[in-house]
């Protein structure tokens, strides 16, 4: 797409060669379609595609396995904008968008394995984990995760500073993030968030601010297990 909406389209284009044939082949297209940014790193102009090859790659797989065969006149959508790419599949996700992180249920077991032994996705729920942790190391905006009619969506925003990101933005990644540390054993803490972020510590008041507004929203909460010290909190995800 030319622009953020659908009324600008350049290409429309539909695969028709096979999953184990034509997965690397669906990768490389896609990255291929992605716009290119010039960002400055460590001095040097460099130019960098929209969003990274893994990302795509992950989230693909992903939208393959998940399918719901069922459903009669749908299919696997990528759609790449300016800003973002949307790769959504046809069904109603079965585990909540809000646990992908953490959860794994597959809705296409076989297919999953069969995917697995060609390597074209790795081993159980790793998928979104590698794509939030890439998201976070590259600081790019949280991914959105989406359950719409009869379809369920994943959204990767491209590079945005964060005095850009919006309120409902930052809640997220900081969601995200208290759950990834999760996963890794970790608990999420003011430092964790900033660097995140990308932030320094004056920062610390505004990251306190997005802390508090996800544990008003009921995404996260304070640790039990942390000492009684707003200096030394820690937080874990609401439901653990």
């Given at each position: 797409?030319?622009?953020?909406?659908?009324?600008?389209?350049?290409?429309?284009?539909?695969?028709?060669?096979?999953?184990?044939?034509?997965?690397?082949?669906?990768?490389?297209?896609?990255?291929?379609?992605?716009?290119?940014?010039?960002?400055?790193?460590?001095?040097?102009?460099?130019?960098?595609?929209?969003?990274?090859?893994?990302?795509?790659?992950?989230?693909?797989?992903?939208?393959?396995?998940?399918?719901?065969?069922?459903?009669?006149?749908?299919?696997?959508?990528?759609?790449?904008?300016?800003?973002?790419?949307?790769?959504?599949?046809?069904?109603?996700?079965?585990?909540?968008?809000?646990?992908?992180?953490?959860?794994?249920?597959?809705?296409?077991?076989?297919?999953?394995?069969?995917?697995?032994?060609?390597?074209?996705?790795?081993?159980?729920?790793?998928?979104?984990?590698?794509?939030?942790?890439?998201?976070?190391?590259?600081?790019?905006?949280?991914?959105?995760?989406?359950?719409?009619y009869r379809r369920t969506v994943a959204i990767i925003y491209g590079?945005?500073?964060?005095?850009?990101?919006?309120?409902?933005?930052?809640?997220?990644?900081c969601y995200q993030h208290c759950v990834l540390q999760w996963v890794?054993?970790?608990?999420?803490t003011n430092q964790s968030l900033r660097k995140r972020f990308g932030?320094?510590?004056?920062?610390?008041?505004?990251?306190?601010?997005?802390?508090?507004?996800?544990?008003?929203?009921?995404?996260?909460?304070?640790?039990?297990?942390?000492?009684?010290?707003?200096?030394?909190?820690?937080?874990?995800?609401?439901?653990?």
């Amino acid at each position: 797409m030319r622009g953020p909406t659908l009324l600008n389209t350049l290409s429309d284009q539909t695969g028709e060669r096979g999953y184990a044939v034509g997965f690397q082949e669906l990768v490389q297209y896609v990255m291929s379609k992605l716009p290119q940014n010039e960002v400055i790193k460590d001095a040097l102009r460099k130019e960098m595609k929209l969003v990274p090859e893994v990302v795509i790659r992950e989230l693909l797989a992903n939208a393959l396995i998940h399918q719901d065969f069922n459903i009669e006149g749908a299919s696997p959508v990528v759609e790449i904008y300016a800003d973002r790419v949307e790769i959504s599949n046809p069904g109603l996700p079965i585990v909540p968008v809000e646990r992908f992180i953490d959860g794994y249920q597959s809705r296409n077991e076989r297919l999953a394995d069969l995917m697995r032994r060609f390597g074209i996705c790795e081993e159980k729920s790793s998928g979104i984990d590698r794509v939030i942790e890439t998201a976070e190391m590259l600081q790019l905006p949280a991914p959105d995760f989406l359950s719409e009619y009869r379809r369920t969506v994943a959204i990767i925003y491209g590079a945005r500073d964060f005095r850009a990101m919006d309120r409902t933005d930052r809640v997220r990644a900081c969601y995200q993030h208290c759950v990834l540390q999760w996963v890794l054993r970790k608990k999420m803490t003011n430092q964790s968030l900033r660097k995140r972020f990308g932030l320094s510590e004056r920062s610390g008041n505004t990251v306190s601010q997005i802390i508090s507004a996800a544990v008003e929203q009921g995404l996260i909460k304070n640790d039990p297990g942390a000492p009684e010290s707003r200096k030394y909190a820690r937080y874990i995800p609401e439901w653990a």
